[in-house]
């Protein structure tokens, strides 16, 4: 099974790349911001069925998992959670599922009221328990990683990380956040 590749974006589809891996060419399914990329480093889910072996790739392990998640709910498929993922971020599913925002989910092409609901009913007590093991895009920054080492626990600084200005130094987003966390 493959689970990551790098390579180089040397040919771009509808909803897929060729990605130049050296002297291997991989045909990768991705969201449409990946596919404006030209150096990538992908982790990749693979779907092998009788006829089709297919590669879809992601940036982050955020993105993987959300998406592995989302084709997990009955009638929604690899393409229809790769429209979503490209739609938006992985915050803002995680956010809609929670808040169980139908109209988040039929904005999105392809997904009508039905399967909005199927994605909001078989994750939102996953969501609730931690069960989908997602976490924040914000827990790769430099302000988290800052404040996990000064002793606060992901449960302390998960409510406060998207109230911080993060176009300014860390030490100053380091400041606001020990405000916010008193």
Same mark, same amino acid.
């Given at each position: 099974?493959?689970?990551?590749? &790098? ?12 990605? +130049? ?24 889910? %693979? $779907? ?29 498929? /690899? ?6 993922? @490209? %739609?938006? %971020?992985?915050? =803002? ?7 169980? +925002?139908? =109209?988040?989910?039929?904005?999105? /092409?392809?997904?009508? &009221? ?9 994750? &939102? ?12 895009? +914000? ?14 626990? @992901?449960?302390?600084?998960? /409510?406060?990380?998207? $109230? ?7 030490? =100053?987003?380091? $400041? ?7």
């Amino acid at each position: 099974m493959i689970g990551f590749l &790098k390579g180089t974006n040397i040919h771009s589809g509808k909803d897929y790349i060729i990605l +130049n891996t050296g002297s291997i060419g991989y045909k990768v399914h991705v969201t449409l911001t990946t596919k404006a990329k030209k150096q990538l480093q992908l982790f990749i889910y %693979t $779907k092998v069925t009788e006829s089709d072996i297919a590669l879809f790739g992601f940036q982050t392990k955020q993105e993987l998992e959300i998406f592995e998640s989302l084709i997990k709910v009955s009638s929604i498929g /690899p393409k229809i959670a790769l429209s979503i993922l @490209s %739609t938006t %971020t992985v915050n =803002n599913i995680t956010q809609a599922i929670k808040s169980a +925002n139908i =109209n988040f989910f039929t904005a999105i /092409p392809g997904l009508g &009221k039905k399967g909005a609901q199927k994605i909001i009913l078989e994750l &939102k007590n996953k969501t609730d328990k931690n069960d989908l093991n997602l976490r924040s895009e +914000n827990q790769d920054s430099d302000l988290y990683q800052a404040l996990l080492n000064l002793g606060f626990k @992901s449960t302390e600084i998960n /409510p406060i990380i998207t $109230k911080i200005d993060t176009n300014t130094k860390l030490q =100053n987003q380091i $400041k606001q956040a020990l405000k916010l966390l008193q």
